[in-house]
């Protein structure tokens, strides 16, 4: 054993009792002595459809206090591994997107600076381009794996240049992101012209649709864009609506045809040995699961890349 934060067993304290944080971890109150924190934000104003996801990072929480710390299947032992908190949630300006943004850069560079890996529950995905310029502040552009229904290189929403839908494009234009080594899996449903995907395969990101991927496992893709990136610093982000909404239906912009639950473990777990510098698990809408569901499956999924970071052992 260690001494390194550990979730409250369930044998200890009903899962249904405790502490409202990942897992039941410890309540962090500082960054001193974490390698990971896990953070909340709580934020929906980025969103063009369905609202809802400022109640997500609440309810992926509480339907974390289901999961225990060993992976039965890859072996994997994260908080044997690296000492992992919950810091709570940042304190967003709910009635200004702008600031709201700002709010985001500026805590995760200072996260970042304390030489910390940031774990993200959304919240729309309009969170991810603050947090991508704060670690490319760090770390230079970096690789970035992105699971989506969406490819978010929208130019503008309603005349807006920062919104959940054009993340990617303003990633891209300001140089976050290294274009060649940026994926996006999961791509599907309707657009507003045949261009709409095709400009960012221009720039040199790799399109996986998720009708090429109807049927197969994608432990072989996840191993290819694993060699691919090799040693680069890469983010991940996970937008839950990447699922088929028969698997996660509580998200805002829900679109049919989409990755299966068993996909979604098979391409996390082949990402391990990539030099995951952060990552984020965006859109969960609960209002729209009342089952908890969608908020269950997005708490799994955010345990599985817990388990593929850097220095996490096997046992």
């Known amino acids: 054993m260690t001494d390194f934060n550990q979730p409250i067993s369930g044998n200890d304290l009903a899962r249904f009792s405790g502490p409202n944080t990942f897992m039941r971890l410890p309540q962090a109150t500082s960054l001193d002595g974490l390698d990971v924190a896990i953070l909340g934000v709580p934020m929906d104003i980025g969103t063009s459809w369905r609202s809802g996801t400022r109640f997500g990072p609440k309810q992926i929480r509480a339907e974390s206090a289901m999961i225990r710390p060993y992976n039965m299947?890859?072996?994997?032992?994260?908080?044997?591994?690296?000492?992992?908190?919950?810091?709570?949630?940042?304190?967003?300006?709910?009635?200004?997107?702008?600031?709201?943004?700002?709010?985001?850069?500026?805590?995760?560079?200072?996260?970042l600076s304390s030489g910390v890996t940031p774990v993200a529950m959304g919240g729309d995905h309009s969170i991810t381009l603050p947090i991508l310029r704060a670690i490319a502040e760090k770390y230079g552009p970096v690789a970035l794996v992105h699971v989506d229904a969406h490819a978010d290189v929208n130019d503008d929403m309603f005349g807006?240049?920062?919104?959940?839908?054009?993340?990617?494009?303003?990633?891209?234009?300001?140089?976050?992101?290294?274009?060649?080594?940026?994926?996006?899996?999961?791509?599907?449903?309707?657009?507003?012209?045949?261009?709409?995907?095709?400009?960012?395969?221009?720039?040199?990101?790799?399109?996986?649709?998720?009708?090429?991927?109807?049927?197969?496992?994608?432990?072989?893709?996840?191993?290819?864009?694993?060699?691919?990136?090799?040693?680069?610093?890469?983010?991940?982000?996970?937008?839950?609506?990447s699922l088929d909404p028969a698997y996660a239906p509580g998200t805002g912009t829900p679109e049919i045809g989409g990755l299966t639950t068993p996909q979604a473990l098979e391409l996390i777990r082949a990402l391990r040995g990539l030099n995951i510098v952060?990552?984020?698990?965006?859109?969960?809408?609960?209002?729209?699961?009342?089952?908890?569901?969608?908020?269950?499956t997005a708490a799994n999924l955010l345990y599985e890349l817990l388990c593929v970071l850097p220095g996490v052992t096997t046992k």
């Open 73 to 111: 299947t890859s072996g994997a032992a994260p908080f044997d591994s690296l000492n992992i908190g919950d810091i709570g949630d940042l304190a967003i300006n709910t009635f200004s997107l702008s600031d709201s943004l700002r709010i985001i850069q500026e805590s995760y560079s200072a996260i």
């Open 160 to 241: 807006e240049r920062e919104t959940h839908g054009t993340v990617f494009r303003r990633a891209y234009e300001e140089g976050l992101i290294v274009a060649d080594k940026t994926y996006q899996i999961g791509l599907r449903g309707t657009g507003y012209g045949a261009d709409d995907f095709k400009e960012a395969q221009r720039w040199g990101f790799q399109h996986f649709p998720a009708s090429e991927l109807w049927n197969r496992s994608l432990h072989g893709m996840g191993a290819e864009i694993r060699r691919d990136i090799g040693n680069r610093p890469v983010y991940v982000s996970y937008d839950i609506d």
């Open 278 to 296: 952060g990552c984020d698990m965006v859109e969960v809408s609960p209002p729209y699961d009342t089952s908890g569901n969608t908020a269950l």
